[in-house]
Structure formats: structure tokens, C-alpha cells
């Protein structure tokens, strides 16, 4: 984790482009509540589209940076040095997965100060509490399914193909900007499987009160959010650690760590 | 190191001047043809079967589907929402036209050919350009794919639709976009990567080219920047040819984009000059 924030601080222009996405997300989307305004949108829209903007900031870190962890090691040539170092894969890999989510996490900082300050964005929570609660769990979630993505990377040098496939259907999967529920049916077995759907469902009842999500489809509440999506994450750290084991074995067999 | 005298330098002007109009044309087809070619098998980046499935099969339809489903979600409202779709399905050219374009210099670093390909005393237009024409071809057919997503997916209309029209504002728009991206692609010359201004502008039409709202409800500061890409006048073509528009009725639009698009080019030209001389100045030209 620390290596990872030394490199970012070395060369920070690698995480810009993750964040990018998001922001201009975001713009439009504020754009869009802003000129709907005569459909009586009001501040709790503008806060839900700002949150939704910083959280796809934190996908955007968390599926890049985080496929990218083991990606830049094949790419510098340091790959190799990795896998032999004494420590596990895995421990190695998740420091720079927590380091990336964090980046992730400024971002929607970033994002929620231009909502204020050009849109005029209001920061009233309803619950800080409950809200500074889900967004640290959330963080824990998506980077445990950062994690489980990376082990891709150790297998394959395309990797990149599934991070740039990633980005916006995990925008649309987790209901970052809009109710899951206007998904097309067959597609929302795919969303609630995904941890940080009921992450950031439980981060939009924190702020703004609405069940904004499934609508009529689950009612849920906060809490059950939150079990759901704790239920998914410690399964997606369970089959991190057992395919970080098969994995590395696998490309040390196949002998294609080096390919890139 | 030998400095060449005046008159060691005479004979090379006379024969620069003997060259005729003819000549020239021909050694200026002559590297573009080169540079179209080696553009294809250049771009490994982009010219690899994943590639091709994210940018077809993936990238359009999801970004049709995200802002499709967020204007649902804002206006309640199919009209408003197929509007975005259209925008999209143009805009979704941006991988091909503007982000590889772009990274078309950045990349030469990368393998480090752009110092051979800097020293060689090939006319720098016919280089640039010839390498980025493989990707007029990929912009328009992702953009057809993603009217096709359009038509079956979103629901829109194309019954009045004015294919020629049509077909034409795509492949304007293609080319012209292809000058935006050689105009950032300049940039990496100098900096070490234009990964960066290539994100920006690979996204940023979405916002200010009347993509999924009208520039008009911009502020009017950012219109500008709008009216500058020629994506937008791309946009506002396309939406006329689905409604009915013909040819000679987006003639005052396309003549628009196409001037936008030439201007772009010339502007991105004369940025690379400078750039190569700045970078060779400060001998920036190898940092990646």
C-alpha cells in the first residue's frame, strides 16, 4: 500500500484518466436534473446524482487501478521480483487495491466540491452516522472485488480488455446514477450480486431517505443492505484467497508471467 | 560533428527547386500510402480482436444504455431519453477517432520508433494523417453498429430516415473527428503521454457537444468549446437525417463541420511543428 502511494505520488497522471469517466458522468447528469427542473427535482436529486458521481469515481479507481496493480508489474518488468518475493500474492496485491479505492474515494470528494460549488449542491445528510458507516464498508466491498478481478491479471496479460469492458456496465449494474429497478429483468441477478449495489444503496438512504434503488422489487431497509453486502464481500475475499493460489501456480506452470 | 558550407548547401536548394508540382504530389501519396499501412499494423494497441469486441459489441452499447436509463430516470421521459441515444451512438466513435488517434505519438514512444520516425525527412502531414486513416474506418463502423443498437435496442425510429444523409454525417464526422485526434496526438510529442488530454477529450463530448442535452443549454462559456469540435455539428446531422433531412437541407451543417474539421487539422498541424521543435530543443522527445 505504501509502495503503491510512493508510485502515485511519483506519477500520478495514470490514476487522472480513471477519474475522468465519472466526473463527466457526473456533469451530465447534473445537467439533466438541472434542466428538468420544472419536473420538481429537488435538492435530494442533486445530492444522490453528486454521491453517484464520487462513487463512480471509486468503481473507476477500484476496476482500473486495481486490474492495473498486477498489469504495471508485467508491463515494468517487475513481475517476476513479485511473484518470488516471499510474501503472498495476494497480501502484496491487496495493499495497492486499498491504496487505488482510496484515490477512489478523494475523487468523489472532488466531484461532490464542483457539485457545490457550480450546482449548488447541499450536503444535508439525513444520518451522517449511518452514512460515513456505508461508505467505509462500501470502500472495504469494492476493493474486495478489486481484488478478485486482479487475479485475472496474473493469469492473462488481457486483463486491460476487462477493465475497459468493466467501467460503465458496472456504472449501470450497481445503481451508482439511477434506480437499479429500470434494468431490464434478466439483467438484475447480475446487479445484486455485485456487493456495492446494496453499498451504495445504503450510502443513497443514508443521505437523502429514499429507498432509491429496487423500488417495489426488494424492499429493503438500510440494515439488510448492509448484510447483504457484507454477506458478498467476505465471499468475494474467500475466492480471492483461493484463486490467488490457483492462479499464481497456473501462470508460474504456463510460464506466461512475463507476457504482457 | 561536419558543418556543411554555403556551397555545399547550394546544389541541395537547386534540386529542391528543380522538383516539380508532379513530383511532389507523388512522394507525398507515396508516404501517406506508406503511413496508411503501417498505421494498421502500427497500432497493436488497437488492432487486437478484444479491441474490437470492447469497441463494437461493449463500449457503444453501454454508454447508449447508461445515459438512455439516466434520462429515464430524470424526465420520465422516452423522447428525452431516445435523444441521448442518438447523440451516443455518433459520440461512440471517440475510441477510435480521438482516444487512439491521440495516442498515436504516445504509443510511437512507447515502442521507440518516434525518434526514427521524427529524423526521416518525410512530409510530416502525409506521415500524421496516412497513420491515422485506419481509424476512420473503425469510427464509422462503430458508429453504424451503434445505430444498429439504436434501432434495435432503444427503439428508435428510422422509418423517415434519410440513409445518404445519413451515411454521410457519419463518415464527415469520422474524418473530421480523426483531425481533432491528431490535433491532441501533437501533444505527446511534447508531454510525456497525451493519455491524459486524450481521456479529457474522449469524454468531454459527451458534455459539450450536444450529445445528451442541446449546447445551447450550456453556459456560455462553454459553448465555444462545443462549436469548436466537429462532433457537434456531427450530432446535430445525424438527428436531421433520422428525422427525414436530406442531403441538400444539411448542407449549411456539414459545410460547417467541415470547415471546423480542416481548421482543426491545420491548428493540429502547426501544434505538432512546434511541438517536434520544442521537444527536440529540450530533447523530450524519447520520455514516456
Known sequence: MVLSAKNFVADPQFVIPCIIAPFIFTMVSLFFIVSSSSNNVGASALLAAVLGGGLMGVWGTTVYGSANSIGFDRWNGTMEATLAAPSPLIWIVLGRVLWNTFIGVINGFIVLGIGMTWFRVGVGLLNPGLFVLATILTYVSMSSFGLMLSTVYVLSRKGGFIENSMEIPVYIATGTSFAVALLPFYALPISFIIGPTWGIEAIKRAAVGTAYAYGPLLPTGYWTDIAFMLVATLAYFALSFILFQRVETIAKKNGTIEEY | ?288
Request: charged fraction near 10%; hydrophobic fraction near 55%; glycine fraction near 6%.
Open chain 2, 1 to 288: 560533428m561536419t558543418v556543411a558550407t554555403e556551397e555545399e548547401k547550394q546544389p541541395e536548394k537547386t534540386l529542391a527547386e528543380k522538383e516539380t508540382l508532379a513530383k511532389k504530389v507523388a512522394l507525398f501519396y507515396r508516404v501517406f500510402s506508406g503511413s496508411v499501412l503501417f498505421g494498421r499494423k502500427g497500432t497493436i494497441l488497437w488492432d487486437s480482436w478484444e479491441m474490437w469486441i470492447m469497441q463494437i459489441f461493449i463500449t457503444p452499447p453501454a454508454e447508449m444504455a447508461f445515459f438512455f436509463l439516466l434520462a429515464i430516470a430524470v424526465y420520465h421521459d422516452l423522447t428525452q431519453a431516445q435523444f441521448t441515444v442518438i447523440g451516443n451512438a455518433v459520440q461512440s466513435m471517440s475510441f477510435a477517432a480521438v482516444f487512439a488517434v491521440a495516442n498515436i505519438t504516445s504509443q510511437d514512444k512507447w515502442q521507440g520508433t518516434l525518434q526514427t520516425l521524427i529524423v526521416t525527412p518525410a512530409n510530416r502531414m502525409a506521415l500524421f494523417i496516412g497513420r491515422a486513416m485506419f481509424q476512420i474506418f473503425m469510427s464509422a463502423l462503430i458508429t453504424a453498429a451503434a445505430f444498429i443498437y439504436a434501432d434495435f435496442v432503444f427503439g428508435i425510429n428510422f422509418a423517415h430516415a434519410n440513409y445518404l444523409a445519413l451515411g454521410i454525417a457519419i463518415v464527415l464526422t469520422s474524418v473530421m473527428m480523426i483531425s481533432f485526434g491528431l490535433l491532441i496526438s501533437s501533444i505527446g510529442l511534447f508531454m510525456r503521454t497525451a493519455m491524459i488530454v486524450a481521456n479529457i477529450f474522449l469524454f468531454l463530448t459527451m458534455l459539450v457537444s450536444g450529445v445528451n442535452f442541446p449546447v445551447q443549454a450550456l453556459p456560455l462559456w462553454l459553448q465555444p468549446v462545443g462549436w469548436a469540435i466537429p462532433m457537434t455539428y456531427g450530432v446535430l446531422a445525424a438527428r436531421g437525417a433520422i428525422m427525414g433531412a436530406s442531403v441538400l437541407s444539411l448542407g449549411t451543417i456539414l459545410l460547417k463541420e467541415l470547415i471546423d474539421g480542416i481548421t482543426v487539422l491545420f491548428v493540429g498541424y502547426f501544434l505538432m511543428k512546434g511541438f517536434e521543435r520544442l521537444a527536440r530543443k529540450s530533447g523530450r522527445l524519447e520520455e514516456y
